[in-house]
């Protein structure tokens, strides 16, 4: 296939040939020959595919009738509203799961990290359903699934043996949730997140929602525990939500030990929240990395999956501004969510594998101020979607059936 007539993010243009699934070569505009598929990109932009840090596969009503929104001030009380009203969701996972991931590829992302609901109410159930999705559209999405114990790890009985037994069955990574906040025993989940990894082999991303001080204090502790154990890069905090309401004195202390132990740090960006501070962060060293989190789901009724969306968020609420600044907010839907999730960076470059989205857009700033509709979609050098709508081969896959 050679998509010509591309505009590449550093502002030249190319004709793109693409074979065995990777960008086989850049070549001057009209210097490319060959009997294959041939694409007018007429001056598109060409972009490497976006990675979704952190959404919840199982917990999307995507798909699905909107269900009213139930108030619940805190985690705890969020967590009782969604164990209540899980099953009265119209579909079940694998389609709700599925039609998400068909939305998400055609807005252009092809890798994304899921966390999935471990508890004693479902025991495994929303993984085995996700690990299906995952195998049905294994062709067009890089699916990282964390074994996430969303109603605690001490406090539900039997968390331990759940999360162990997820990660057999297919799980990727160790989930966490607010040590201090939610478990009240920030040594008896760490030692059993930690000891986990140890044991198994496995990294770990924890959702961190504790704020100040506290909260400070657990990502001085997670870094410790990553660089004994020596999980250095394989380690991620979801919110980190202290990083944003502490002193500048002890945010430098914290984020020095996160540099040193490697652990990145995911960021949503909600608007009401206080928030890691981008900019600094990546000055200190820490990688930064976006997800949407909750899409249309049981914690919020919002959510698109959309990815340069997100970039365009964080960019705002962090006064991201300069077309320098505002390639930053883009690295964090690509190259740094690649590295905070340990894939291969996908680049427009010959060599790297062919996962692309062309947009009609200028640069690569233009492309977060305007968020141009995805005029194309690549995965693998097979077209996935082509302005907002899935291929037929994507498209003809059925979500697997419930058990
Ligand atoms: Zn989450």
Do not use: Y
Request: with cysteine; aromatic share 4%; charged share 25%.
């Amino acid at each position: 296939m050679i998509l010509a007539n591309a505009r590449l993010p550093d502002g030249n243009f190319a004709d793109v040939e693409i074979g065995g699934g990777l960008i086989a070569a850049l070549h001057a505009p009209g210097g490319a020959d060959g009997s294959g598929e041939r694409i007018d990109l007429a001056g598109a932009l060409l972009l490497p595919a976006f990675v979704d840090g952190h959404i919840h596969l199982d917990k999307t009503h995507w798909g699905a009738p909107r269900l009213p929104h139930v108030e619940g001030r805190v985690v705890r009380e969020r967590i009782a509203a969604e164990r209540a009203q899980r099953h009265s969701v119209a579909l079940s996972v694998e389609a709700r799961a599925s039609a998400l991931i068909r939305t998400l590829i055609a807005n252009g992302t092809t890798s994304v990290r899921s966390h999935v609901d471990i508890d004693n109410d479902i025991g495994l159930a929303n993984l085995e359903a996700v690990l299906k999705v995952r195998e049905a559209f294994r062709d067009w999405i890089d699916i990282q699934l964390v074994a996430f114990p969303q109603s605690g790890v001490t406090t539900e009985k039997g968390a331990s043996d759940l999360i162990a037994s997820a990660l057999i069955a297919g799980a990727d990574l160790i989930g966490g949730l607010d040590p201090a906040g939610f478990d009240n025993d920030v040594k008896g989940q760490l030692d059993i997140v930690f000891g986990l990894a140890e044991a198994l082999g496995k990294g770990i991303d924890i959702h961190l929602h504790d704020g100040g001080e506290t909260g400070a204090a657990e990502l001085r502790d997670i870094a410790a525990r990553t660089i004994a154990a020596g999980l250095h890069g394989r380690v991620a905090v979801s919110h980190a939500f202290a990083l944003g309401s502490i002193s500048s004195d002890l945010f430098a202390k914290t984020a020095e030990a996160l540099a040193r132990a490697e652990i990145a740090i995911m960021t949503s960006c909600p608007p009401s929240a206080p928030v890691p501070p981008v900019k600094a962060l990546r000055e200190r060293g820490v990688t930064v990395f976006a997800g949407s989190d909750n899409i249309r789901d049981c914690w919020s009724p919002f959510g698109n999956g959309d990815m340069l969306d997100r970039a365009a968020i964080i960019a705002q609420r962090h006064e991201m501004l300069t077309d320098s600044e505002l390639e930053q907010a883009f690295a964090l839907v690509t190259s740094e969510a690649d590295q905070a999730l340990g894939r291969p960076h996908r680049e427009v470059r010959a060599g790297a594998v062919a996962d692309l989205v062309a947009v009609d857009a200028a640069s690569v700033a233009d492309a977060v101020v305007d968020r141009p509709p995805r005029r194309l979609v690549i995965r693998a050098g097979r077209i996935a979607a082509e302005r907002g709508v899935a291929s037929g081969a994507l498209a003809s896959i059925e979500h697997p059936r419930a058990d």
